[in-house]
């Protein structure tokens, strides 16, 4: 089998190609969210813990939660919200 000068530039070329597009491919599945993705992933997780714990000492009482139960909710709440405001000032 002969191979010409031609044959084997396209292969190269097809290679060196497929290659780059490769490396490419890993960089987006490897590279994490930009920073202002991530800020906004971050406030949206904010907003919705602030919300769970408004809508919890609203609704809690209706239900017949009784005090140390809520507190231990809330508290348990807190915790996660004061975590992501830490994340937040990062």
Do not use: H
């Amino acid at each position: 089998m002969q191979f010409t000068y031609k044959k084997v530039y396209v292969k190269f070329a097809y290679i060196k190609n497929y290659m780059y597009l490769c490396s490419v491919i890993i960089k987006k599945m490897c590279n994490p969210l930009n920073s202002v993705e991530m800020n906004e992933n971050l406030e949206e997780r904010i907003g919705r813990q602030k919300k769970k714990i408004s809508d919890y000492l609203r609704i809690a009482p209706v239900i017949g939660i009784s005090k140390e139960d809520m507190e231990r909710q809330t508290d348990l709440m807190l915790k996660d919200l004061s975590k992501l405001m830490k994340q937040r000032e990062k």
